[in-house]
């Protein structure tokens, strides 16, 4: 249902330009050429697969800054080729789908899984442990009560940079039994209450202004249906059960903003710790630190290196900025400069870069 929202239009009557975010790797392919043969331009849908929070949070930063995206190579690092829309134009997305919330939940679980792991390492070798004893320790690491926060934080994340885009957004998640703890008989035991909530990170669907089930039916599996269970929108009611819905319930909503300024909020969830640790350390009176604008230095000298190497490797010839970039990915640097914000590695590039010239 989530690719629908290709058929959508802006209210000036041009077709909604659609960012796939898709963790699941390939969920959509299969019904790309379905919206091809009902006239929807494929250079207007551009899909991004990456099982990484970190990546989505970054595609939609580029997205809500209205930032140039690039056509990856075969080994999925971006070129300097710009996408673009079926005007011609630079993409920029009016819809950015997520689809796989519950792919993104797990893949940050593990990642954190992995680090704990490495955080018993270093405390079994801190207590002297050995043999079996070190490995018990270090196999059996899991999350602490602080690493569930910050799964948490992560999925609070993607909602809010999702509402502060000032782009129409979807997340797509599986769905689980809710579960509560119970005492039966002096035990505490874990129940479904039978109710279905996203399989993903949690309350991920507080912020959302509509969620919706999509669920078939057990008696006619071959119709979809949807449980609308909150759509603020007044498009749908609470408690509605809707056969074969369709995003294109909401096409007049999206035509009542024609007088609608763009609302971008600049400040993200960071941004807003940020200030609360800063106004935190005023009331204590903790003095700022002498170094911190250092970071901010650093990120400016890491603009004009990135615009340099760009520079450079856009002046060679064809066959030379083949072989720039192939000398840059056996150096073992990475090759989308764009994403790269290490003043050290970006030197390394450009001595590559400059040795090819």
Do not use: W
Not at 78 to 86: H, N
Not at 170 to 193: L, Q, S
Not at 313 to 332: C, E, F, M, T, W
Request: hydrophobic letters at 35%; charged letters at 30%.
């Amino acid at each position: 249902m989530a690719l629908q929202s290709a058929y959508l239009k802006n209210p000036d009557g041009s077709p909604f330009k659609v960012l796939y975010l898709d963790p699941e790797s390939g969920s959509v392919d299969d019904y790309l050429p379905t919206l091809a043969e009902n006239g929807v331009d494929m250079r207007n849908i551009l899909i991004a697969y990456t099982q990484s929070i970190t990546e989505v949070l970054e595609f939609i930063e580029r997205a809500k800054n209205g930032e140039d995206f690039y056509i990856p190579d075969d080994d999925g690092n971006e070129t300097d080729e710009v996408y673009l829309d079926s005007d011609g134009k630079p993409f920029r997305p009016d819809m950015i789908v997520v689809d796989g919330a519950s792919v993104l939940n797990l893949t940050t679980k593990t990642s954190i899984v992995e680090f704990s792991k490495k955080r018993a390492k270093v405390k079994a070798a801190a207590a002297g442990l050995t043999g079996d004893e070190k490995f018990v320790k270090i196999e059996g690491a899991g999350m602490e009560l602080k690493d569930y926060q910050t799964v948490n934080f992560k999925g609070q994340e993607l909602i809010l940079d999702l509402m502060g885009s000032g782009k129409h957004y979807i997340v797509t998640a599986r769905e689980t039994d809710e579960k509560i703890t119970k005492e039966i008989n002096g035990k505490e035991v874990t129940v479904a209450t039978g109710r279905k909530i996203p399989d993903g990170f949690k309350n991920m669907d507080y912020n959302a202004k509509t969620c919706i089930r999509m669920y078939r039916d057990e008696d006619d599996y071959t119709t979809v249906r949807a449980f609308v269970v909150k759509d603020r929108t007044g498009i749908h009611k609470a408690g509605d059960d809707i056969e074969d819905p369709s995003l294109l319930d909401y096409q007049d909503l999206i035509d009542k903003t024609s007088g609608n300024r763009e609302f971008v909020i600049k400040n993200t969830i960071h941004e807003a710790i940020k200030t609360e640790e800063r106004k935190y350390a005023e009331e204590i009176g903790v003095e700022q630190s002498e170094n911190e604008n250092e970071p901010k230095e650093n990120t400016n000298e890491a603009e004009v290196l990135r615009d340099k190497i760009t520079g450079m490797i856009n002046s060679l010839s064809p066959v030379l900025k083949q072989k720039a970039k192939k000398a840059v990915a056996d150096a073992g640097l990475p090759t989308a400069m764009r994403t790269v914000s290490d003043v050290k590695v970006l030197h390394q590039i450009l001595k590559v870069v400059q040795d090819i010239g």
